[in-house]
């Protein structure tokens, strides 16, 4: 069975853009699908805003891992058991949001390596990462893991934007997404996108994310908008929910309808 195989290290360490999917609300692993046959980069699996299951959550990594289409999930903490229990089952990577600290992320990266570049507990049978019937060697699955692991981040907190320098120079770290509706929320500017403050936030994350070989990201459902934070150097884009999609599509079908029965 296919785990940890490094295909979204590999775009990482090139610098690629990847352009995510983001599954929020979808229980069925069709989802999945769609995203692989729509030409998503990616995926992310949502479970710090999202009533997903661990049950579906491993499911849909599962889909993904058999489609070969890389996948990450954005985890509700970064507590030891909801990080480990979320990498057992073998994604690609990992989001931790609403980061506040150097020394939380240093924990974070601790928390996701096993020895000697962490504390990870390790499971070598049962668990997907243990590819069931195990790897060559217990130093195979180790040094593969700790190579091919991804780790994001999300800026959202006036915490981060203060140790910005600090954050973003922590070794291991390979992702930094800003998060537009919490970041605005805490710099007291609410649902304002376009305040000078925030733009100048967002380029100063891109900035800083460059000088330290991390790749810069925003979360953005407006093409207009991450075409534009592509343009400045965004390499990330959280571009397109499940729930969003279906609305904005039903809605979309249903005006049509309507247009066309008028016109008859």
Not at 145 to 156: P, Y
Not at 202 to 227: F, Y
Request: charged residues 25%; glycine residues 10%; aromatic residues 4%.
């Amino acid at each position: 069975m296919r785990v940890c195989e490094g295909t979204l290290r590999r775009r990482v360490d090139g610098g690629d853009l990847l352009i995510f999917g983001c599954i929020i609300d979808s229980r069925t692993g069709s989802v999945v699908e769609i995203f692989q046959e729509a030409g998503f980069d990616a995926v992310l699996i949502d479970r710090e805003h999202s009533a997903l299951g661990s049950e579906t959550i491993c499911d849909h990594i599962r889909v993904a891992r058999a489609l070969g289409l890389p996948c990450m999930v954005r985890v509700a903490e970064d507590c030891y058991h909801e990080l480990n229990r979320t990498l057992d089952q073998a994604p690609d990577g990992v989001f931790i949001p609403r980061v506040r600290s150097r020394e939380q992320v240093e924990a974070i990266v601790r928390t996701v390596k096993y020895q000697p570049q962490g504390q990870r507990g390790l499971a070598g049978s049962t668990c997907p990462i243990g590819k069931y019937k195990g790897w060559e060697s217990t130093r195979q699955q180790i040094e593969t893991v700790n190579r091919n692991l991804v780790i994001g981040i999300q800026i959202e907190t006036a915490e981060a934007l203060a140790d910005l320098e600090g954050i973003l120079g922590v070794p291991g770290l390979d992702m930094a997404v800003v998060g537009s509706d919490d970041l605005l929320m805490n710099m007291g500017l609410a649902g304002q996108l376009q305040s000078k403050e925030y733009l100048a936030a967002v380029e100063r994350v891109i900035a800083t994310s460059e000088q330290h070989g991390v790749l810069p990201g925003v979360a953005t459902g407006d093409p207009a908008a991450a075409a534009d934070w592509i343009k400045r150097g965004a390499k990330v884009i959280w571009y397109a929910a499940d729930i969003c999609l279906m609305w904005a599509a039903a809605v979309r079908q249903l005006e049509e309808l309507r247009q066309r029965l008028a016109e008859a």
